[in-house]
């Protein structure tokens, strides 16, 4: 008997766990965070109390309140006895946070499986991030954290894979296969069960830059006759469009090529598409690219990957920009406690804010909105501010977009957007579908699991919690 329990990622866009059951085997598909459903409860100044261990998590439904999958110091932390492990694994499709981030409340021993690029981008957020207990995807204090006492962190065991590669977890074969998305270290799976082969999508798309990653997984997917498929549905009514990467390279060039002044972009980093296009532009347009010591965490290791072919942190015309410190002088090693900043300062394309105010037009200045206040030191005037994400889509992020557009004009800064999605369009996932001609449909990842429609399959509304057996 295969049972499928969707405890994440129904009805809403992200937040998958998928536990996955075969006789004794147990795993979950991705472990990530519903930003949707905790915006419900907190926000920047009222988040989950650590103090509290799972207990706020718990109360508000974050996370599902089943034995056997958390950590002991935070199941004792709120007043539970610890539990032994009753799940054989987590299976990351990849390292964006809404598939990846409560890993963090997982028990030690619990193996987790992912891509080697997915571990390296894991790894850079793992550097540049303050601890809390959100955030401890790779390691983990126990908690209670005590004041003074130094404690090394706890490591997880990770085992890596890539396409080609098999996974075996208990008596159930899994084959991970590359899929293209807005983050490197992507896969879809096809997972063997003793019913037959079930594909979990994971995210994809079949518009970005290397569509032939999306495509390997689709014909594997169709010559195994899947019983079931598992699919995201991010964007299942909208028709297919012309965004490209090429589009965003062509829009932020000629804007950036016609400004009168400083030049600043923002992207999630995560992208590696996106900075091999504002590289580029940098490049052809002559102007050095800066960015944070945060950035150069990623960097460095994308760098390791030889396959994405990007530059280090140190390559040709990137710089680094000093952070600032509380007493108006730029960071040095006496006066910076962050190690990731203090084991970079000795490099030699390091830059200050006012070295760029100085000749403004000589630089790209990737700028994340966090980080806005910077624009009081860089001093832009009358210069180009590129969006490079998705424009907001809650209340939320409409409040944030407004106090964005203000520092914009505050420094006579032009806006100008331009970006292309993650996720395939509504189309391209039904022509998916019914190309693999899968029993049965789950859709998920989705706010609108009804537009799944017109498909030969078995279309499955997902109820979270409910058991499904296959």
């Given at each position: 008997m295969v049972n499928l329990i969707f405890y994440g990622g129904v009805k809403e866009i992200g937040g998958n766990k998928i536990l996955l059951e075969d006789g004794d085997a147990r795993f979950f598909l991705d472990f990530g965070v519903s930003f949707s459903r905790r915006s419900r409860y907190f926000e920047e100044y009222l988040p989950p109390r650590s103090a509290n261990g799972l207990g706020d998590f718990l109360a508000t439904n974050l996370i599902p309140d089943i034995r056997g999958i958390y950590r002991e110091d935070l199941l004792v932390h709120m007043g539970r006895e610890p539990e032994d492990p009753e799940i054989s694994a987590v299976i990351l499709s990849h390292a964006h946070a809404d598939h990846a981030?409560?890993?963090?409340?997982?028990?030690?021993?619990?193996?987790?499986?992912?891509?080697?690029?997915?571990?390296?981008?894991?790894?850079?957020?793992?550097?540049?991030?303050?601890?809390?207990?959100?955030?401890?995807?790779?390691?983990?204090?126990?908690?209670?954290?005590?004041?003074?006492?130094?404690?090394?962190?706890?490591?997880?065991?990770?085992?890596?894979?890539?396409?080609?590669?098999?996974?075996?977890?208990?008596?159930?074969?899994?084959?991970?296969?590359?899929?293209?998305?807005?983050?490197?270290?992507?896969?879809?799976?096809?997972?063997?069960t003793s019913k037959g082969p079930i594909v979990y999508t994971g995210d994809l798309r079949m518009h970005g830059t290397n569509p032939g990653l999306t495509r390997d997984f689709i014909e594997r997917a169709k010559e195994e006759r899947p019983i079931a498929i598992i699919t995201e549905g991010t964007r299942i009514n909208e028709k297919r469009g012309e965004e490209s990467e090429e589009k965003v390279y062509v829009k932020a060039k000629e804007e950036l090529k016609n400004a009168r002044g400083l030049c600043v972009v923002d992207f999630n980093f995560k992208d590696v598409d996106r900075f091999r296009t504002f590289y580029r532009v940098s490049r052809e347009l002559d102007k050095f690219l800066v960015i944070s010591f945060k950035h150069a965490c990623f960097l460095e290791r994308y760098h390791l990957d030889g396959k994405l072919k990007v530059p280090d942190s140190k390559g040709e015309g990137i710089l680094l920009l000093k952070p600032k410190m509380r007493t108006g002088t730029y960071a040095d090693y006496d006066y910076i406690s962050e190690p990731y900043i203090k084991s970079r300062l000795n490099y030699p394309n390091i830059i200050t804010a006012e070295e760029i105010s100085k000749n403004p037009e000589d630089y790209i200045v990737v700028l994340n909105y966090w980080y806005f206040n910077t624009l009081i030191d860089l001093k832009p005037e009358k210069g180009v501010y590129v969006h490079s994400l998705s424009e907001p889509f809650n209340e939320e992020m409409e409040i944030s977009f407004e106090r964005m557009m203000e520092w914009l004009k505050l420094f006579n800064l032009r806006y100008v957007h331009a970006h292309c999605s993650g996720h395939a369009y509504g189309e391209d996932i039904l022509n998916m579908i019914?190309?693999?001609?899968?029993?049965?449909?789950?859709?998920?990842?989705?706010e609108n699991p009804e537009g799944f429609k017109n498909l030969d399959g078995e279309i499955v509304i997902v109820k979270e919690g409910e058991k499904y057996t296959l």
């Open positions: 981030n409560y890993v963090s409340f997982l028990h030690k021993d619990i193996p987790i499986y992912c891509g080697e690029t997915c571990k390296y981008i894991l790894d850079a957020v793992n550097e540049q991030s303050k601890r809390n207990i959100e955030n401890e995807v790779v390691d983990f204090k126990r908690r209670p954290i005590i004041p003074g006492k130094r404690e090394e962190p706890i490591k997880r065991k990770f085992k890596l894979f890539r396409t080609g590669d098999n996974i075996t977890i208990d008596s159930v074969d899994i084959e991970p296969i590359h899929v293209d998305h807005s983050v490197p270290g992507s896969y879809g799976f096809i997972i063997y019914k190309e693999i001609r899968p029993k049965k449909i789950f859709p998920i990842h989705t």
